[in-house]
């Protein structure tokens, strides 16, 4: 099994800065993609942004501009370093990876973090 697990929310003053990390443990072969996603209250889980294993980036166009999304593929562990950060960008974010497993026979994976809180608020 793979394991994520993301650390680095808190709360923070309209304005600034976190950086959040989420790093995969277990049985990992390879990773295709990384990416960070958020969900507000009552709400479905959205796209932040995702990189693929050779550095594509894709972001929401909320935050574009203040989200840089970044990986360390040999440590398994990608980051989202958020700037300007804004009320609305309270949240739970959670980390997803998808890849295959180190296994015997092919076995691919989607997993998912527990999420980490952001609240931005002065």
């Known amino acids: 099994q793979v394991r994520v697990v993301e650390s680095g929310g808190g709360l923070v003053q309209p304005g600034g800065s976190l950086r959040l990390s989420c790093a995969a443990s277990g049985s990992v072969r390879s990773i295709s993609s990384m990416g960070w996603y958020r969900q507000y209250p009552g709400k479905q889980r959205e796209l932040v942004a995702t990189?693929?294993?050779?550095?594509?980036?894709n972001y929401a166009s909320s935050v574009k501009d203040r989200f840089t999304i970044s990986s360390d593929n040999a440590k398994n562990t990608v980051y989202l370093q958020l700037n300007s950060l804004k009320s609305e960008d309270t949240a739970v974010y959670y980390c997803?990876?998808?890849?295959?497993?180190?296994?015997?026979?092919?076995?691919?994976?989607?997993?998912w973090g527990p999420g980490t809180q952001v609240t931005v608020s002065s």
């Open positions: 997803n990876m998808r890849g295959v497993q180190l296994t015997l026979i092919w076995s691919p994976f989607d997993s």
């Open positions: 990189i693929t294993s050779v550095g594509s980036t």
